[in-house]
């Protein structure tokens, strides 16, 4: 158990929906990192939030936002949901901002089923 | 372009064997190297991370090495069991001035069978 949390685990929904994926950092953890991760492809970055604040963007889509709140918990917004958007959703956190020996902590990840 | 490449792609191995996972990359200004494990449908779990200074770094059966002149590094797990089959990612992190860009490599997918 990486002490990271997110919900929910699985999640089905039609094309044109909009979903809310949660993650909780673990405690003391100020940086949280979306990733997606699509059937047999490798892992891509999403977005960085350190203590509240944007940090760094990958390749996420403009459909795609997310926010990390006062208590350091964030939530990936996902809307005109695609089917190709169904993929793993992992979150993970590290104690600063940058990497140099920051390891990062994932989560379960969060299925998501668009159909 | 800051890339990270795997090889190979896939392995498959008898229980009790050793294999070795390489690592080429790219990326400048080099940070650090991790290798994660992801298991199937889970979430990756780093094994081990160098920094420029180290050229290796071992984790119970898992040993990485890092030749940062050929920018190289390599994964090699000892006497295999069945539950090393997973993912094997190298993840490669560029300095920038304020934060690390992180590179994931695609992964080598390893199946240990009895």
């Not at chain 1, 459909?63 to 996902?78: G, I, K, M, V, W």
């Not at chain 2, 920018?71 to 090393?84: E, G, P």
């Given at each position: 158990?990486?002490?990271?949390?997110?919900?929910?685990?699985?999640?089905?929904?039609?094309?044109?929906?909009?979903?809310?994926?949660?993650?909780?950092?673990?405690?003391?953890?100020?940086?949280?990192?979306?990733?997606?991760q699509s059937l047999d492809q490798g892992l891509q970055f999403l977005i960085q939030y350190y203590n509240g604040e944007e940090r760094a963007k990958g390749n996420i889509l403009e459909?795609?936002?997310?926010?990390?709140?006062?208590?350091?918990?964030?939530?990936?917004?996902?809307s005109s949901l695609e089917l190709g958007d169904s993929a793993l959703y992992f979150c993970a956190s590290s104690v600063g901002l940058a990497a140099r020996y920051n390891e990062q902590f994932f989560g379960p990840g969060t299925r998501l089923t668009v159909l | 372009?800051?890339?990270?490449?795997?090889?190979?792609?896939?392995?498959?191995?008898?229980?009790?064997?050793?294999?070795?996972?390489?690592?080429?990359?790219?990326?400048s200004p080099f940070s650090n190297l991790r290798w994660y494990k992801q298991d199937t449908g889970r979430g990756p779990v780093s094994l081990t991370i160098m920094t420029f200074s180290e050229n290796t770094k071992s984790n119970g059966r898992y040993t990485a090495t890092l030749d940062a002149d050929?920018?190289?590094?390599?994964?090699?797990?000892?006497?295999?069991?069945?539950?090393?089959?997973?993912?094997?990612?190298?993840?490669?992190?560029?300095?920038?001035?304020?934060?690390?860009?992180?590179?994931?490599?695609?992964?080598?997918?390893?199946?240990?069978?009895?």
């Open positions: 158990d990486s002490g990271v949390t997110q919900t929910p685990k699985h999640l089905i929904t039609a094309t044109g929906q909009r979903v809310t994926l949660r993650c909780s950092p673990r405690s003391g953890d100020l940086s949280v990192y979306w990733y997606q459909r795609f936002s997310a926010q990390q709140f006062p208590d350091l918990h964030s939530e990936l917004n996902l | 372009k800051n890339q990270v490449e795997q090889s190979p792609q896939s392995l498959i191995i008898l229980e009790g064997k050793n294999c070795t996972l390489q690592c080429n990359y790219t990326v050929t920018k190289q590094s390599s994964l090699h797990i000892t006497a295999s069991q069945l539950s090393d089959s997973a993912s094997y990612i190298c993840v490669v992190s560029a300095k920038k001035t304020s934060y690390d860009k992180v590179i994931f490599g695609p992964g080598t997918s390893l199946s240990v069978i009895p």
